[in-house]
């Protein structure tokens, strides 16, 4: 087979090793095992699925990419490597292998803080409309809404532990909802306000929101927490839908109590499937993101589900974890 000579990527491949880009004309990798392949994302499953199944994607910030190169001149001589392209400054690759880079994996610098995750299946495609499905508390935001708001009322303590347990998935959701929410009985709503006012946006956020937008993405909150919070980010971020539980209020002062039907693990994977159809999503584009015990069916019930910074639970139920990066490596889980 004949291949055009390139310039080689000197920041990531060993210097001493050429390059061949892989298109449709090239008719995939040549038996050479000496040599090093760049591809394109989309050109994985016509030209080298075949000859190299083991897929992992590597994301990293711009500042470690030399140690990077040096972890690379470990792998074996004959590999293929694909750049990944997103609208957002994190770094991401693509390296396909004939074998387990399992010894390699264990020997990458942890110290990074890059993302180091095998691929076992299709993704959903970046460029055609798709569904992603966020839990809001921990996952949209660096907070938990009602460890917040019972800061605020004066019982934080006595709430934060039994939210703990809960996303651990040691109490029942609904049981802890409940007892959580009875202490904020008494508490003025005004606090409600306030923390709206101040939510930390998780970073990332707003560009992985963007880039999914541009492509056609429907975007929804499905939240274990509060409606007050859920329509605020909808609104703040222009998202397609938000589910939550509703608190009861009466002149002014919460009565510790919610109203209607809870939102626990259940409903959030039902939002997935309803939404799904009520926008035509096509079959393989449904993503979703969580990091709770409670966000376990809703990732098993998408195409695609992601763990962020997630419980070891939520890790074994994923089809991927994010466990150093933010949300910018969204996207990057994505086949473009």
Known sequence: METAAVQPLSWFLRDDISVAILSQTTGGPAADDSKVYQYQENDYLDLLASVFPVRIRIL??????????????????????????????????????????GTEIRQFPVQLGAEIIEIHQALPSLRTPGLLVMDMDSTAIKIECIDELAKMAGVGEEVAAVTALAM??????????????????????????ELCQSLPLMPGLEVM???LKSHGWRLVL?????SHFVDFL???????????????IQDG????EVTGTVVDAAFKAKVLSECAQRWQIAPGQTLAIGDGANDIPMIERADFGIAFHGKAKLVNAADAAVNQLDLRALVFLLQD
């Open 168 to 193: 651990q998935g040691e109490l029942d959701f609904e049981q802890s909802l409940r007892q959580r929410v009875g202490k904020l009985n008494g508490a003025p709503a005004s606090i409600i306000d």
């Open 222 to 226: 499905a939240s274990g927490g509060f």
């Open 253 to 256: 002062i919460l009565q510790g």
């Open 60 to 101: 990293f910030e711009r500042e470690v990419q030399s140690q990077v190169k040096d972890w690379l001149r470990l792998l074996p001589a004959s590999f293929a490597i694909s750049m990944l392209s997103r609208e957002n400054s994190l770094i991401g690759f693509e390296i396909a292998a004939k074998h387990s880079l």
């Open 234 to 248: 909808q609104h703040k971020l222009t998202l397609d839908a938000a589910f939550a539980n509703q608190l009861v």
């Open 209 to 211: 929101i963007n880039e």
